[in-house]
């Protein structure tokens, strides 16, 4: 005889003062989810274009809160790149406000039939797609997450419940405001979108374990964040995950289409997570690809092993860690191997299950590599920069998963649901 | 810069002998799965088949082991209930062997392609169900697991990393020894389906965080097994969970066939998650039904409100714990409202999410109800007990997940696998 309900919160109490402070806000997102979980998509719509008009309306107060923000990250003397993150302008609201359009102008994923079937028995069953409910992210500085995050959760029919950085507290309470007020403006609760605005490690960690309330947590950041989440979460959790991703040049891959793809997937933006991080060469071709390929990524710090650097003197020495780091910068491994046997040998010791590509002009290679590497995404002849809900085509994205349970690869509006089976009897029992 | 791999292993280390041989195992189940995970769905069947056959070979050797296991439970007293779990005879290893077989000839989950399309430029997108890679299953007393779980991993494409518990050790060592014979017979590594054989609670918990080796765990036991791996489990994991379920019987019921299904739900088999603890009674049909189901529920222990009480005067008192219990007995809380929606709020107060029905004739009513009501599985006119994989059609079940990330409701082979993007280009890059 067991109690269902609560499950325990693992490690906290409801005496501590915070966790039922983050308790309570979480149980008033529930309430607010059960509303948008079965408002029509007309209704949520509008919400997102009252919310896209409202950010526009309030640009030069949003841009000034988030003055205050980045006049104390740089008077804490926060990297360049970080305050560049934060700073919003209005331009960078009405970006927010654009993206909020495009995601009320996307079909509505809720309420799709994703099968259904008689049984002998005559029971009629469905399975249904239905929003998650609750969705908790937890993210760093950027403050346009605010919106994005919280206009896919709503367009699929799900509440966010929002933690960000203190470093962003004064541009996300803005943003919100904003959100809150077009719900309510349609009728909507504004509970639906509700920012923690307790920036404290003891709150993030309530936010964590705020079980019966929160149906997924994402989060976007770094592997700190990771970590703790591993450590504290009860709630169910997608991993939006590092990307140490590799490219292949096989002994049959036409060297032209080598170069513009290894160029592209290191350099075209090489802070984001699908960007190689690794070259994977045919010893075959090495001779003639290592020499060339070093030109055309000249401006990248080359770091290989011993048959790379006999071809390119000029590179650093690759060690073990080197080959599982994922630089995010204009940084590379390389390592020449003898078979695609040992291309896909090296990837399972380094990967970290994001994007993985060969180039080749050989089908059984294609085949081969593309049955045994275990990722998310693999790719024949083609930049694993493409590897990202806007280049997938699902309009939008709210992260890429690298784990394999209930999203993997890009996630953006289905992957913000579940399914609920719906069965039609006429009085069956069960002999 | 991020070393992306591999992963900490929250709160306990290397350094312990107890991780380092659950590591250790854990590598060799890893590698092994690679080799299951590429092996044709022939090869695949032919180790189940094979297993099948062992089985029913070692019946003899099997029970003897199990005899072993059974001595001990009952000289330290174990309930005669748990020890009817933990028995097998050649009759049981003989349904262990068809259970194998029906596996076999089940459809093989890896390779469907569940969508595919062409981007813009030119970009080949497809996404084709693959295996999750390790399966770990952790559970109790019923050695019948052991083999039913390995066949469902391996024909889905996964290792089984298996942890039975100390009562049932000699009998999992058995049959895992004979499914593993059959792997090899085949030529598929044994390592495919591994027992830790070490029970202690410190390989459990070193179990639960094989983070890089396990990529999905699904725990079957009870709730203090649940809590642990809230606690404890680093890896991915899927609750199979309670079933607190409801009838709710609506004022335009057919009231025989409400009688029928709340006799069914609450005692075809009482003591499984799919069962039903709670009936609710529109109050307009209260007067009818209730002594009606009072008389039909003969040898159903009854706990009610005050209105229920007024027309079971032997019932006995339903307070909130009650409510919030899953009986797995013959016992039934029993509440009378006064509308769909009273039902629906007593049932978001204290469901599980596994399994709520309604009865009721008007299409309006049934309608509002499976709209609202947030539940793995929603009936209308049948009884809770059809909640079930085989019920359901699947051929088999792993459990039930009331969770609802990746898998909501009965799993089956489908619910063992994940997805993965394969990309086809003629060379294009991102601009």
Not at 162 to 180: D, H, Q, T
Not at 328 to 354: E, N, W
Not at 414 to 423: D, G, N, P, S
């Amino acid at each position: 005889m067991t109690a269902s309900k609560p499950l325990p919160h693992t490690g906290s109490t409801a005496d501590d003062p915070i966790v039922a402070a983050v308790s309570a806000l979480g149980v008033k997102v529930r309430d607010a989810s059960r509303v948008v979980a079965t408002a029509s998509s007309l209704v949520r719509d509008a919400a997102l274009l009252a919310a896209a008009d409202g950010l526009e309306q309030a640009a030069v107060a949003i841009v000034a809160a988030n003055a205050v923000d980045v006049a104390r990250a740089e008077s804490e003397g926060v990297s360049p790149t970080v305050v560049d993150r934060l700073r919003l302008d209005v331009s960078r609201v009405g970006a927010m406000a654009t993206g909020l359009r495009q995601v009320a102008a996307l079909a509505d994923p809720v309420g799709e039939v994703l099968g259904g079937w008689v049984r002998p028995n005559g029971l009629r069953i469905e399975q249904v797609r239905v929003p998650l409910g609750v969705v908790a992210i937890i993210y760093e500085n950027r403050p346009n997450v605010t919106s994005d995050a919280a206009g896919l959760c709503l367009k699929s029919g799900n509440a966010a419940f929002l933690r960000g950085s203190s470093g962003a507290i004064e541009s996300n309470l803005a943003i919100v405001a904003v959100l809150r007020s077009a719900l309510e403006s349609v009728g909507l609760p504004a509970d639906a979108v509700t920012l923690l605005a307790d920036t404290s490690r003891e709150a993030a960690v309530a936010f964590m374990q705020q079980r019966g309330v929160v149906d997924c947590l994402i989060p976007r950041g770094g592997p700190a964040l990771i970590a703790s989440i591993l450590e504290h979460a009860t709630v169910p959790f997608v991993i939006d995950g590092d990307g140490n991703c590799h490219v292949y040049v096989d002994a049959a891959a036409d060297l032209a289409m080598a170069e513009r793809i290894v160029v592209n997937a290191k350099t075209q933006r090489p802070s984001v997570c699908n960007a190689a991080e690794t070259l994977l060469v045919h010893a075959d071709v090495a001779d003639e690809f290592l020499p060339r390929i070093a030109v055309a990524l000249s401006g990248v710090e080359l770091l290989g092993d011993e048959r790379t650097r006999a071809l390119i003197p000029g590179a650093g020495v690759a060690d073990d860690e080197a080959y599982a780091t994922e630089f995010l910068d204009l940084r590379m491994s390389v390592a020449v191997v003898d078979s695609v046997d040992d291309a896909i040998d090296h990837i399972r010791r380094y990967t970290s299950g994001h994007s993985e590509a060969i180039v080749t002009g050989d089908l059984a290679t294609a085949e081969h590599f593309t049955r045994q590497v275990d990722a998310a995404a693999v790719l024949v002849n083609a930049s694993t920069r493409f590897v990202d809900g806007e280049e997938f085509g699902f309009g939008a994205e709210i992260g890429i998963s690298t784990q394999k349970l209930h999203a993997r690869g890009p996630m953006a509006l289905r992957e913000l649901t579940t399914a609920k089976y719906i069965v039609h009897g006429s009085g069956q029992v069960r002999a």
